[in-house]
């Protein structure tokens, strides 16, 4: 069912809190000019192909030194010695770049990388030119220097390494503001004039509730990894779904009982059309590979062999099954939508502790990070994004729309990074991380922004090897929305920091 969450706004009350963001008068002036007119400018914009944006959060903060390694040896083993007991290698004597998968990106910025062990599938993904990496991203209120974190004053995102606050600015883009509406629900109600009468939600969430698709006029949908969430026995063409719409229809004077009817009758017709839609898909777009979730079909982590269930497979699997429904036109039991936003999460990456287990008594070479928690989640992130991006491959070539990869980029995102050194078995709450930008219009098999100076108390650091962010999250995410189609004169609604920041698009999709 539709859920409205209890901080969406008016549109007068955006206007006002989006106008305060404004820095002077005369971006006060542009702001509201954009604010006011935004509909009419993206209605004549003439979009009308189809794009998907895939949030996938990592939830808890991941330790994205784990999974870009540096392969030079020099920088290797101070990368080893650091890390101390969640090191990629705890014996000397072998290469590094034959303990990790090394990844030859196009643009050499004077190191070379490797991926976590668990992850082949990304490195497969990231040679084809289907992936992106981003370095040391974070939340940033304007750009910040060592000095200048240190110095009184110095303009600090609120309540840093903390998860509630941390997850909140991430999927807001605001920093130094009261939370009001996500980026996503920003990007879905300026885009949603290009099909005001869409028959579903343009957000859609497969992790219940969420900040990031919190919008003033668009309300986020929540379905889970079976379909749309329906009344018991309500199934379209029963005598129980007949009684009750006709309940609904009848008339009555009290507005309160014609709001609940409406939006009950809503409700329930939605949900039946999604069911319908999704119904129809076709399962040999999602089966090679398999999505991974129970038995048989487990993630299972290289090395160690170690199987289990996936919460994240299911989640992608069912994006992939609404992607193809969105597209597939009305007249074919499709949506026949524009655009649309989905977000899911997978839990687990908060690993102060059990972050790594010592390796089995016969291994010499794979390092101990290969048999902990961490290389499962990598492991299963891997994988599923896989069997994700071949999805959507298969669904083109199912349309016969060899283009239809790049019309879906999916992206990662997290609360945070993670301490560079161990706390013994783990890491703490950090800042900057590394993520990931999937898709077929993706300048892939590339690096964006600066990896940092591994080194604590070092340029980068705060002082325990939490990672000043080098670049915003409003940058990051700036890049992904021009591309969905928010067009650069209404690209400060969406994100009023943008022009605190040296460029507005990072150049990856």
Not at 194 to 219: D, I, Y
Not at 481 to 492: E, K, Q, R, Y
């Amino acid at each position: 069912m539709e859920k409205k969450s209890s901080s969406v706004l008016s549109r007068r009350d955006f206007i006002r809190q989006a106008a305060c963001a404004a820095v002077g008068s005369a971006a006060l002036t542009s702001t509201i000019r954009d604010l006011r007119f935004m509909n009419a400018a993206v209605a004549q914009s003439n979009i009308s192909d189809y794009k998907a944006l895939v949030c996938i959060f990592l939830s808890g903060g991941n330790d994205s030194n784990n999974l870009i390694i540096p392969t030079i040896q020099s920088e290797y083993n101070n990368y080893a010695s650091i890390r101390g007991d969640i090191l990629q290698l705890p014996l000397s004597g072998y290469p590094a770049n034959q303990l990790v998968i090394p990844i030859v990106p196009k643009n050499f910025d004077g190191h070379d990388y490797g991926l976590h062990p668990a992850c082949p599938e990304l490195a497969n993904l990231f040679g084809a030119g289907k992936l992106a990496v981003l370095f040391n991203t974070g939340t940033l209120v304007s750009p910040l220097t060592r000095a200048q974190y240190y110095q009184t004053g110095g303009k600090k995102p609120p309540q840093l390494f903390s998860h509630a606050d941390q997850v909140t600015q991430w999927q807001t883009s605001i920093p130094d503001q009261a939370p009001l509406t996500g980026w996503g629900g920003r990007c879905a109600d300026l885009l949603a004039a290009v099909q005001p009468n869409a028959p579903v939600s343009l957000s859609v969430s497969l992790a219940g509730a969420n900040t990031f698709e919190v919008g003033s006029s668009v309300s986020q949908y929540s379905v889970s990894t079976g379909g749309a969430i329906s009344l018991s026995g309500l199934s379209a063409g029963t005598a129980k779904y007949n009684a009750m719409t006709n309940l609904l229809g009848l008339n009555s004077t009290n507005m309160q009982v014609q709001a609940y009817s409406s939006m009950a009758a809503h409700s329930i017709n939605t949900g039946a059309l999604l069911n319908s839609a999704i119904g129809t898909t076709v399962d040999p777009y999602f089966n090679n590979p398999p999505f991974p979730g129970s038995s048989p079909n487990q993630v299972t982590t290289p090395t160690s062999g170690v199987k289990f269930n996936s919460s994240l497979g299911p989640q992608l699997k069912m994006i992939a099954r609404l992607i193809e429904a969105g597209h597939r036109s009305a007249a074919q039991g499709g949506f026949g939508m524009l655009r649309q936003i989905f977000f899911c999460s997978v839990g687990g990456y908060d690993l102060h502790t059990n972050q790594t287990v010592a390796p089995l008594s016969s291994d010499t070479v794979n390092a101990k990070t290969t048999y902990g928690q961490h290389a499962q989640l990598l492991a299963e992130l891997s994988q599923c994004m896989n069997a994700f991006q071949a999805a959507m491959d298969k669904i083109g070539t199912a349309h016969g729309d060899p283009n239809f990869s790049q019309r879906v980029t999916a992206f990662t995102s997290s609360d945070f990074g993670r301490t560079f050194p161990s706390n013994s078995q783990g890491s703490d709450h950090g800042w900057g991380s590394h993520h990931l930008i999937m898709g077929g219009a993706v300048h892939g098999q590339k690096t964006y922004g600066r990896f940092p100076t591994l080194t604590v108390g070092g340029p980068d650091d705060t002082s325990t090897g939490r990672w000043i962010p080098t670049t915003a999250c409003d940058q990051y995410f700036a890049t992904l929305a021009s591309w969905f189609g928010v067009d650069s004169g209404n690209l400060t609604t969406v994100f009023p920091n943008i022009g605190r920041f040296p460029t507005a698009n990072l150049g990856f999709v």
